[in-house]
């Protein structure tokens, strides 16, 4: 028993699974400063940053910061077809409410269910009194535009929209997985209620192999489509996403969390300071060796571009793909001696 | 990457101070590493307080002496600006205190070391005292007579008779006439039960005890009462009739003199701490009178304090078994320390009593809890309902379990209730966000965590070595710092990433 326990410690060490403790220790701890956490914990940050670094993201519609501007709610959306309100410090997405509205004033629900204004209305003064928000602190509410997703995923996703998870370490994007919404889930694209965990080659964007509940599977348990057939459209626009992604928050390891958006392509949702390890399980694969390959490289000042080319380089699954990929030299090490 | 050279240093200085500490302790204190060796002392301070009147004061406490089980080793007094005698009469030692002014709140401290022996000592007052003249007035005289009466009638000698009376005295509900003298009269039951005994002429009067447990602070003296019938003694408890003394009790004041009397003052009051030791006999006599720096023992401190360190030296235990719980085996618990503070609840009520009382109030709150989301309250609003409920839960269940005789419910109280408040508003929130088996793991990790917890806060051994060798705080810190820098697995992601290391070896 403990035999069999210390083989496995051994293999998973010699494979570069990483575990958590070691997450916090060396990657967390070393390479995202503390105080730089609420560029991705608040969102209307995240956002106003997002648009000073031109990094795509759903259009801010208002904030509503006090009492009062609850009143101009109506105006403030007149425009706009769907919507998504949110607490700017919420967590675990609680307190997010999507909203349509086909004529003026006349809000409903995405499964069509009609919302009274006084009801919206009264969800937002809850998000400034801090319901839904860490330690109840007073919040904002943040008003954006609601994302039209691409229907590409629609073979593979039950209700819910699918969204892409990219580690991206130190502007290197590292590995990649989507998450898919599956009844198990209740339409929501997270793992840990279910939703399919799908590895993506970082070089093509194509899908590597499934998880659900950390257990692998190769179809998806609803649709019953071939995991293995997805390719998610766009690839280099993500990895850009991702990539620039570092500068803006300042954090050196983070998950990001991209959606395709049917018009406007890939849309970043939010940014995480504590990515979790189940990417890992979906991708197969350990992601020591690569964030160690990017620590390998030292302090280096390579543009975006360069960047998400070496990742696609030295990342990807699948050689054939190399053919439209920038060559560079092979080892880390000439890349650096090349600057 | 920063060298970790000078941090393994640090922990191996850690290391080598506490266990030479320990060290120190064993070989110069002759302190044994372990309790089996024992020779079990009990120390016992008394805490006399008093409000002095700018008078002359005297103050004079009665002192435990060589008894049946129980041998006085040796004692001391402190009590700054106060002279101090120690006076060996024959039929009443005592402490006595004296000053020429004082004013204000005075307190005096006297303390000894009680050992445990097997030798029986042959009682020093077998002849029985003459009965007291006791002066009832009317209508006490009347009633007294009636109740002696109605004893007498249903007893054979001293012993029964005793028992019939104290059966009378405490069934007041019924008996009106021991309702009216127990009323009346300003004195406990334990005197008031000698004050009729010696009415009807039989020799008794009340004797005092401490009942020793571990750890206790403010401990009053108890009253029983000892009745002889011709040159045979026996103990009663009034309050139960029960005969004979209780395990692990103290005699303190055999002679029936006042345990405190204070000249010169107001409000006197005298308070007992109790703490066990388990040293050699010979170690401990030079530690009471000359504390040694090197030691670092608490034993140089009063006895209160070292009663409050007993338990606060466990709390760093608690806190290694969380650390390596979580760090190595990755139990996911809620609220980092709630363990520890449930097992420190847990050492007062039991571990099942504990468990159940844990139970019943978490998931009852989480149930009433389910009420309060849907009034949609600010979290502060509804962490303080949270709370008032939790105080009516506990209220509740103590009435209940009083009512159906259950006094191990009360025990219930002793769960810190702001921490159970967190625990249900948490489980709450856990419940809706990720469902019912999320409550189930956390809940159960913690309580997991909180019985280990317990188990080594409650081990003879780990209360032995935190109490008696401050060194070992040290080596904890410096476990703690090791596991803290663990960048391994921890156990359960083992378990987890099984899928991922059989795909892997696949590939």
Known sequence: ?339 | MKSRKPFYAFVAVLIIVGVALIGYRTYEDGIPLSPKEKHVVWDLEATVSFNAQNKPVLVSLTRPEHQSGFEVVSEAGASPGYGLSLIDNQDWLRAQWSKREATGPQRLYYRVLVSESNHDLIEADSAPPTPSDAIWEEPQRTVAEQLLAEAWDRSADAHSFTLELLKLLNDQQQNQNARLLLSESMRSKAEVAVQLLNHANIPARVVSILSLEDGRRRQPLQQLIKVWQDNDAEIFDPNTGQMGLPENTLLWGNYGHPILEVVGGVNSQVTFSIIRRTEPLHGATTQLFTPNVLSFSIGSLPLAEQAMFKTLLLIPIGALVVVFLRILIGVKTSGTFMPVLIALAFMETTLVTGLVGFILIVGVGLFFRSYLTQLNLLLVARISAVILMVIAIITLFSLLSYQLGLTEGLKITFFPMIILAWTIERMSILWEEEGPRDVLTQGGGSLMVAIVAYACMSNDLIQHLTFNFLGLQLVIMALILLMGSYTGYRLLELYRFKPLANSISEQ
């Open chain 1, 1 to 339: 028993m403990i035999r069999k326990y210390w083989e496995r410690y051994k293999k998973l060490r010699n494979s570069g699974v990483l575990g958590i403790n070691c997450r916090n220790v060396h990657y967390i701890g070393t390479y995202n400063p503390r105080c730089h956490f609420p560029n991705v914990d608040d969102k209307l940050k995240t956002k106003l940053l997002a648009a000073e670094y031109n990094v795509n993201s759903p259009e801010l519609i208002a904030v509503i910061d006090t009492q009062h501007d609850i009143q101009s709610l109506s105006e403030k959306v007149a425009n706009f077809p769907g919507f998504v309100i949110k607490p700017s410090k919420g967590s675990g997405g609680k307190g997010i409410m999507l909203l349509e509205q086909h004529t003026p004033g006349h809000f409903q629900k995405l499964n069509g269910q009609a919302m009274e204004e006084s009801t919206v209305r009264l969800h937002v003064s809850n998000i400034l009194s801090g319901l839904y928000s860490l330690g109840g602190k007073p919040d904002v509410a943040v008003i954006e535009s609601l994302i039209q997703a691409d229907p590409v995923f629609e073979d593979f996703s039950y209700e819910g929209v699918p969204d892409m998870r990219i580690v991206t370490f130190m502007g290197f994007p590292v590995m990649a997985m989507i998450r898919l919404p599956t009844a198990a889930s209740d339409g929501k694209a997270n793992l840990h209620q279910g939703a399919v965990g799908v590895g993506l080659d970082i070089g093509t964007g194509r899908a590597i192999g499934g998880v659900q509940f950390d257990r692998p599977i190769s179809h998806h348990p609803d649709t019953n489509n071939a995991l293995t057939d997805l390719i998610v459209p766009h690839w280099d626009r993500v990895l850009d996403l991702a990539a620039r992604c570092c500068e803006m928050s300042g954090l050196g390891y983070i998950g990001v969390d991209i959606v395709l958006d049917r018009r406007l392509g890939p849309m970043l949702l939010e940014l995480n300071a504590r990515p979790g390890l189940a990417i890992q399980t979906a991708n197969a694969e350990g992601i020591l060796p690569r964030l160690r390959n990017i620590e390998a490289l030292g302090k280096v000042n390579f543009t975006t571009e360069r960047r998400i080319a070496y990742s696609k380089k030295y990342f990807s699954r699948f050689p054939e793909s190399d053919s439209d990929v920038i060559h560079y030299p092979v080892s880390p090490d000439s890349v650096t001696s090349e600057l």
